[in-house]
T-cell receptor, first 114, second 120 residues
Framework: KNQVEQSPQSLIILEGKNCTLQ??????????LRWYKQDTGRGPVSLTI?????NTKSNGRYTATLDADTKQSSLHITASQLSDSASYIC?????????????FGAGTRLAVHP | GAVVSQHPSWVICKSGTSVKIECRSL??????MFWYRQFPKQSLMLMAT?????????EQGVEKDKFLINHASLTLSTLTVTSAHPEDSSFYIC????????????????FGPGTRLLVL
């Protein structure tokens, strides 16, 4: 069972609408949580990074939340644009033997339609 | 942010040939680089961790003799897929770890743009 579960697997929204992506994790010991955007055929690009003490982090139209108690995170996209069409990957960093190992979620594939 | 490049961006080869993929950190020194493989509609899977000047550490199930990794300098790591077969066709992504502080975090990984390999 994957230690990082994302939902939904895929999502279609109309341009201009908002959406929220979910990430639940069981990774321990927790170091930090990141959201990445991966365009088709490209490498992931970091959107936000949060430690256990941070509840929310914004990057333009992207706002991530973290509840370290329930081990849940969300990524909210405001006023979506066609260029937001991509896979969004939740990555939890676990402290293993003095360095951080990244545990990847399967991603949510977002399609923004005009 | 830091930049990581990969070359080539895509490659098509015949079954049985070897393919080398380069990963470079362009504006920082990376003592550690990581190689991932990604199949369609799946997430990244770590193949190996490459430390400069030492042997790579491979994840369980990854054949070290098939996927040769060399990390000879602080800015370059190479992955060679030896005797490639169609099942090796995938998207290969590298990342480089920068230990400089970024927003107070100990380290962060920067991903390359990926290399798409198609073995015929």
């Amino acid at each position: 069972k994957n230690q990082v579960e994302q939902s939904p697997q895929s999502l279609i929204i109309l341009e201009g609408k908002n959406c929220t992506l979910q990430c639940n994790y069981t990774v321990s010991p927790f170091s930090n949580l990141r959201w990445y955007k991966q365009d088709t055929g490209r490498g992931p690009v970091s959107l936000t990074i949060m430690t256990f003490s941070e509840n929310t982090k914004s990057n333009g139209r992207y706002t991530a939340t973290l509840d370290a108690d329930t081990k849940q995170s969300s990524l909210h996209i405001t006023a979506s644009q066609l260029s937001d069409s991509a896979s969004y990957i939740c990555v939890v960093s676990a402290n293993r033997g003095g360095y951080n190992k990244l545990i990847f979620g399967a991603g949510t594939r977002l399609a923004v339609h005009p | 942010g830091a930049v990581v490049s990969q070359h080539p961006s895509w490659v098509i080869c015949k079954s049985g040939t070897s393919v080398k993929i380069e990963c470079r950190s362009l504006d920082f020194q990376a003592t550690t680089m990581f190689w991932y493989r990604q199949f369609p509609k799946q997430s990244l899977m770590l193949m190996a961790t490459s430390n400069e000047g030492s042997k790579a550490t491979y994840e369980q199930g990854v054949e070290k003799d098939k996927f040769l990794i060399n990390h000879a300098s602080l800015t370059l790591s190479t992955l060679t897929v030896t005797s490639a077969h169609p099942e090796d066709s995938s998207f290969y992504i590298c990342s480089a770890r920068d230990f400089l502080l970024e927003g107070g975090y100990q380290e962060t990984q920067y991903f390359g743009p990926g290399t798409r390999l198609l073995v015929l």
